[in-house]
């Protein structure tokens, strides 16, 4: 029988990303982070202002993929492995705070897909977003943890009003450091299939574009990179006031063996393409 060879040679699933993040037109310095490989794609949104969201988005995205690297590792991994790796990044946050207190009350929000064998596994707190584009329906899958989408839950304010809502910037939850927070972490885990679309963004892209046009153009780009370059170019046509990042991620099929230049290679953009920024050594360490 060659069942087992068979099955060595399955084709795996992956992620082919695209990452961006700008500054923009109206802030001085961009608090946004993103990484992936072929395994994990993260966007975090620093708040803390000039405590330190940048070092707190830089600290998150450097620790997750650090530790989740690797396809093969991160497929066998369950979901409250992930939740643990997170609680463990979080715990990197006080740790930073303890060393330097200027840094206290710094946070971000963090979102993030992982692969698994046949499941997308989502892990997310704050309100960074992520979506999925399925046979050209797309959709939300995460839940902003905001005071706008309480007063939404509660009836207080219709849906439609959420976009332009004065008090749309006001979260309820992140990562700060608190021991509690790995608790509010959102857990999903989704069917892996192949010519799904993800798309994770930080609020500076879902505060000034609406989300049906944001998934107009998650539908209509050929490729990630394509899809991505059109979501910042409409940032920047409706003059987003705040710092802007996306990750595009297809989920493709992959063979073991397969030569795919840079794979298991990590890529950052934001805050976490700064060197040294976090003060957490470098990620071969």
Not at 246 to 254: F, G, H, N
Request: a negative charge.
């Amino acid at each position: 029988m060659d069942t087992g060879e068979q099955g060595a040679t399955r084709p795996s699933p992956a992620f082919e990303t695209a990452i961006r993040s700008v500054t923009g037109n109206h802030r001085r310095s961009n608090q946004d982070s993103a990484g992936c490989t072929d395994a994990v794609v993260v966007v975090a949104d620093g708040v803390g202002g000039h405590v330190g969201g940048d070092v707190a988005s830089w600290t998150v995205v450097r620790h997750v993929l650090a530790g989740l690297g690797d396809l093969d590792d991160v497929r066998t991994r369950s979901i409250t492995d992930l939740q643990a790796h997170v609680a463990a990044a979080n715990a990197e946050l006080r740790g930073r705070v303890e060393r330097d207190p200027s840094l206290a009350g710094m946070g971000t929000t963090f979102t993030a897909v992982v692969c698994g064998e046949a499941t997308v596994r989502l892990v997310h707190v704050g309100d960074s977003r992520a979506y999925l584009l399925r046979d050209g329906t797309g959709r939300r899958v995460s839940r902003d943890h905001s005071l706008v989408q309480l007063l939404v839950d509660s009836g207080e304010i219709a849906p439609s009003e959420a976009f332009d809502h004065p008090n749309r910037n006001v979260i309820l939850r992140s990562l700060t450091g608190s021991p509690e927070d790995p608790a509010g972490l959102q857990l999903r885990e989704i069917e892996a299939r192949p010519g799904d679309r993800w798309l994770l963004a930080s609020d500076g892209l879902t505060d000034h574009v609406t989300e049906e046009r944001c998934l107009e153009l998650l539908a209509g780009a050929a490729t990630p990179q394509e899809a991505a370059d059109a979501l910042l170019a409409a940032a920047a046509d409706a003059d987003a006031r705040d710092n802007v990042t996306v990750a595009v991620a297809d989920l493709v099929e992959v063979a073991p063996d397969a030569p795919g230049e840079g794979r298991g290679a990590v890529v950052l953009e934001g805050a976490a393409a700064q060197d040294g920024l976090g003060d957490l050594g470098d990620m071969a360490g």
